[in-house]
């Protein structure tokens, strides 16, 4: 079954860490992103990624960082210095080209809390 | 920039027909977006207008007028599973990468 998978569903994080998200597809998809979103309210973007080897920030990337070594994998790491993590993530991709509609499609997303 | 706006919250009952209003503001309009949450899940695609006029797919329709920088998302025969949040989301040309705006969302609460 092609489709985008997010892991883990839940994260705990302690104080002064890193974690790291995990976001996968077989889609095929050129573009990834990742969204951030608190409660009651819509989707922010973090990073996106339109290609290989290639990022560039949202309009919330402070305390955030990304890779893109492959094109189907676009970890988000959420690092110490974000100093109010705790949201729902979610990571997205699209297929680029001028037939496609460029829809988003989305995972089932990760719950971030502090411990 | 872009800024959308969407009210809320609406309640409707089931059976009944709702409409939730969109209205936006960008300088290169390239399509717009509806979606559908439900509570801790991912949002999911409902429909997408880029030419003025209506798209009906069963029980859900969408209307996009760009002169008035406007769009309604239409349920019909409304059920319980309706309840949701609603999203809806422009493209912008100046937007690299076809990053999506959203607006804050329409939760929509559907009652016997």
């Known amino acids: 079954d092609g489709g985008i998978t997010q892991s883990p569903k839940y994260l705990f994080r302690k104080e002064g860490q890193n974690v790291t998200l995990s976001c996968e597809q077989n889609l095929n998809h050129d573009a990834m992103y990742w969204y951030r979103q608190d409660p009651g309210q819509g989707l922010r973007l973090i990073y996106y990624?339109?290609?290989?080897?290639?990022?560039q920030k949202g309009d919330i990337a402070e305390g955030y960082s990304v890779s893109r070594e492959k094109k189907e994998s676009f970890p988000l790491t959420v690092t110490s210095a974000q100093k109010n993590p705790t949201a729902f993530y979610l990571c997205a991709s699209t297929a680029q080209g001028l037939l496609a509609k460029n829809i988003q499609y989305f995972g089932a997303g990760t719950r971030l809390s502090v411990l | 920039g872009q800024n959308i706006d969407q009210p809320t919250e609406m309640t409707a009952t089931e059976g009944a027909i709702v409409q939730i209003n969109c209205t936006y503001q960008t300088s290169g309009f390239n399509g717009l977006f509806w979606y559908q949450q439900h509570a801790g899940e991912a949002p999911t695609f409902l429909s997408y207008n880029v030419l003025d006029g209506l798209e009906e797919k069963g029980r859900f329709s969408s209307f996009l007028s760009r002169s008035k920088g406007y769009s309604y998302l239409l349920l019909k025969e409304l059920q319980m599973k309706d309840s949701a949040s609603y999203l809806c989301?422009?493209?912008?040309?100046?937007?690299?990468?076809?990053?999506?705006?959203f607006g804050g969302g329409t939760r929509l609460m559907v009652k016997p």
């Open positions: 989301a422009v493209r912008d040309l100046g937007n690299a990468g076809n990053m999506l705006t």
């Open positions: 990624s339109q290609i290989v080897n290639d990022f």
